[in-house]
C-alpha cells in the first residue's frame, strides 16, 4: 500500500461518518450521501498522489463529496426540479445552532439506528454509514452472503425513505430509549468481535470489536453525560483489555486460567476511570454501567483467588433487578459458586433449564459445576451438548480439553 493509500485508510476512519452524515444533511438522501462519500475516497487516491495531501483532509473530502453528489443529481433524468437542484447546489439554508446533540453524525447513529428497522438491518446500515466498513467487510463479519448484506442495506434505506423517518436526534422525552437502541446496535457488533459466533471465522474479530469501541467513544464525544454510553464504553475496554489472553494455541482461555501479565493495562486503567466517574455521579447506574463495574471488580484482582466476589454477587443482585434474564441469572449463579459452593449454584443454574436449553454456555456452566462437584458423567454430558452447541471453533477445543480432562 502506497505512502497516499494508506493517507487515505487513515482519514476514511475519521472522516467517513462526517462526510455521510453532511450529505444526508443537504440531500435528505443516503444512497446519495453514501455514493458521494465513495466517490469522494476514490478520487482522493487519484488526486492526493499527484498533489499531496491537503491541509484539511476533511473539508477537501466533504466539498469533492457534496459535488460528485451534485454531479449525480443533475444526470438523474428523474430529478428533473430545477428549483431543487438550485437549492442543492447553492444550499442557502442557514446553518443549525451548533452543539453536540446537533452533530450531523448523531443524527445519523439515530437514522441507522430507528426502531422501525430489523435489528440486523440497523447493524448492517451502522457499520456501512457511520463505520465505514465495506461489504464484504461486514458480510464477512456476520457470516452472510455479499448480496444478501447489499440487499438488507439497500432495503434498510428505501424503508427509511418511504416511512419518512426523520434525519435528527430524537425529542429529549424519546431520547433514552432511543440511545439504548444505538447501544444495542453497538454491543450486538463489539460482541460478534469479542467472540465470534461461525465456525469458520477467527475466534476473536478484533477489528469488530475495535470498530465497536470506535464508535462508542463517538457517541460519548456527542452525548458525554449519557451514563450508559459511558457504562458501555467503559465495559468494552475492560473486555476488550483481556483480548491478548483470551486465545493461545488455538484454543479459548478461560478467565481464570489468563495470564494476567498480558492484559492491556492503559485500557483496564481508562475502564476503571470511567466506572469512577460514573460512581462520582451519585446516579442510579444503568445494565452497561453495572456490567462494566463488575468487569472492573474482574480486572482490579491480581490472581483469580484475589477476586471479591460478595461484590461481584452483589452487582448482580442490581442487575437482576433491572434485568431478569436468564442469562443475567445464571451468571450470578456462578459468582455466588465462589462463596456458597457449587451446590447452591447448581440449584439455581438448573432452575433456569427450560429457558437456556439451547444456549451453549448454560451447559458450559453446568459441565462446570458438576465437576467441580465430583459429578463425572453428569458433567461429561453437560460437556458433549456444549460442544454441540458451540459455534466457534476455539471454544470447541476449550470444551474438548476440559472434557477429556475428566478421564
Excluded at 465505514?132 to 444478501?148: K, N, Q, S
Excluded at 433456569?352 to 454456555?361: R, S
Amino acid at each position: 500500500m502506497s505512502d497516499v493509500e494508506e493517507a487515505v485508510t487513515r482519514v476514511h476512519r475519521a472522516e467517513w461518518a462526517r462526510v455521510v452524515a453532511a450529505l444526508t444533511r443537504r440531500f435528505g438522501d443516503l444512497d446519495i450521501a453514501e455514493e458521494g462519500a465513495a466517490e469522494a475516497f476514490a478520487t482522493a487516491v487519484e488526486r492526493w498522489r499527484a498533489d499531496g495531501v491537503p491541509p484539511n483532509p476533511g473539508a477537501w473530502l466533504t466539498t469533492t463529496a457534496v459535488r460528485k453528489a451534485i454531479d449525480r443529481i443533475r444526470r438523474e433524468s428523474k430529478r428533473d426540479d430545477k428549483h431543487q437542484e438550485a437549492r442543492m447546489v447553492h444550499d442557502d439554508d442557514p446553518p443549525e445552532p451548533p452543539g453536540a446533540i446537533d452533530d450531523d453524525r448523531l443524527r445519523l447513529i439515530f437514522t441507522c439506528c430507528h426502531p422501525a428497522l430489523a435489528t440486523p438491518a440497523r447493524v448492517a446500515l451502522t457499520l456501512r454509514l457511520v463505520g465505514g466498513l465495506t461489504v464484504p467487510e461486514i458480510a464477512r463479519a456476520f457470516l452472510v452472503r455479499e448480496t444478501t448484506l447489499e440487499q438488507r442495506i439497500t432495503r434498510a434505506k428505501a424503508k427509511i425513505k418511504a416511512a419518512g423517518i426523520p434525519y435528527r436526534v430524537p425529542s429529549a422525552e424519546d431520547l433514552p430509549a432511543r440511545v439504548a437502541g444505538v447501544l444495542t446496535v453497538l454491543f450486538l457488533v463489539f460482541n460478534e468481535g469479542y467472540l465470534a459466533t461461525g465456525p469458520g471465522t477467527d475466534p476473536i474479530r478484533a477489528e469488530l470489536t475495535a470498530e465497536a469501541i470506535r464508535l462508542t467513544r463517538l457517541v460519548r464525544a456527542l452525548l458525554p453525560d449519557d451514563g450508559e454510553v459511558t457504562g458501555l464504553l467503559a465495559l468494552m475496554l475492560l473486555i476488550e483489555a483481556r483480548r491478548p489472553a483470551r486465545v493461545a494455541a488455538g484454543e479459548l482461555v478461560a478467565l481464570d486460567e489468563q495470564d494476567r501479565g498480558a492484559w492491556d493495562a492503559a485500557l483496564i486503567a481508562e475502564g476503571h476511570a470511567l466506572v469512577r466517574e460514573r460512581l462520582a455521579a451519585g446516579v442510579a447506574p444503568g445494565r452497561y454501567q453495572i456490567l462494566a463495574a463488575i468487569n472492573a471488580v474482574h480486572t482490579s484482582a491480581r490472581d483469580i483467588r484475589d477476586t471479591d466476589w460478595s461484590q461481584v454477587v452483589a452487582l448482580y443482585d442490581q442487575l437482576v433487578r433491572l434485568d431478569a434474564s436468564p442469562v443475567i441469572a445464571m451468571n450470578r449463579a456462578i459468582a455466588v459458586a465462589e462463596l456458597d459452593g457449587p451446590e447452591v449454584a447448581l440449584a439455581a443454574v438448573d432452575r433456569l433449564g427450560d429457558q437456556l436449553a439451547g444456549y451453549h454456555a448454560f451447559h458450559v456452566t453446568r459441565a462446570d459445576l458438576l465437576r467441580r462437584l465430583g459429578r463425572g458423567e453428569d458433567s461429561r454430558a453437560a460437556y458433549d451438548r456444549a460442544i454441540e452447541l458451540a459455534g466457534n471453533t476455539a471454544e470447541t477445543a476449550y470444551l474438548i480439553r476440559r472434557r477429556d480432562q475428566l478421564g
